[in-house]
């Protein structure tokens, strides 16, 4: 790129090269031509190179968020209006009721991927996040009527969403019919990796 107003042999480039441990960098060069050779090829030129690696890396990890932010929300508006279509309920409120609390379970899965960087998100953290208000007493696990142990797991982005449903459908169950119901005792969840 000729930068304008300073003549034919002012240059302003941005280029990769491979450094001699095989790694590729961005090299970002500016300066200009102060000396040609007979035949018009440069011979001697003023400037500066600079390595500007760490910009450009940066600046593709934003990029991919951007498009992965993009992504999600799509996702995100794809499955609010599944739920919507697929929630059966006698009553708008009852109905009101069912879809709220699917949206906050997407909403709590969305707000733990933002949290680690669309890194994905701990199996522990999700269960947290969805059996908060029968695990009051105890960040241990132990508190209220629920008992969470495991080792630390770390689900894909791309599963995180679908596990935050499928753990909201479970408690919503355990809390109307089973464990968690007013009649229930205690509700144990356990995981474990294998192989």
Avoid: C
């Avoid at 790694?23 to 200009?32: C, D, E, I, K």
């Avoid at 992965?68 to 009852?94: G, I, S």
């Avoid at 996040?129 to 009527?145: I, M, S």
């Avoid at 969470?148 to 596990?163: D, K, N, R």
């Amino acid at each position: 790129h000729r930068l304008r107003g300073r003549g034919e042999d002012a240059f302003d480039e941005q280029y990769r090269v491979v450094w001699p441990d095989g790694t590729v960098r961005w090299l970002h060069a500016m300066g200009s031509v102060t000396e040609r050779d007979a035949g018009g090829e440069p011979r001697l030129a003023n400037g500066v190179v600079m390595d500007i690696t760490p910009l450009k890396e940066e600046q593709a990890r934003r990029e991919l968020l951007v498009r992965e932010v993009d992504h999600r929300a799509k996702n995100v508006l794809a499955v609010v209006q599944a739920v919507l279509k697929l929630t059966v309920a006698e009553d708008p409120k009852e109905f009101s009721k069912v879809v709220e609390g699917r949206v906050a379970a997407l909403a709590h899965a969305h707000t733990l991927l933002a949290r680690d960087r669309w890194a994905g998100a701990g199996v522990r953290a999700l269960l947290d996040e969805e059996l908060a208000p029968f695990l009051a007493g105890g960040a241990d696990g132990r508190g209220g009527r629920v008992v969470l142990e495991g080792p630390e797991v770390a689900l894909s982005p791309w599963a995180v969403q679908p596990f935050a449903m499928a753990l909201y459908e479970l408690a919503t169950n355990a809390a109307k019919y089973g464990a968690l119901s007013p009649g229930g005792t205690e509700l144990a969840v356990s995981w474990r990796l294998e192989g």
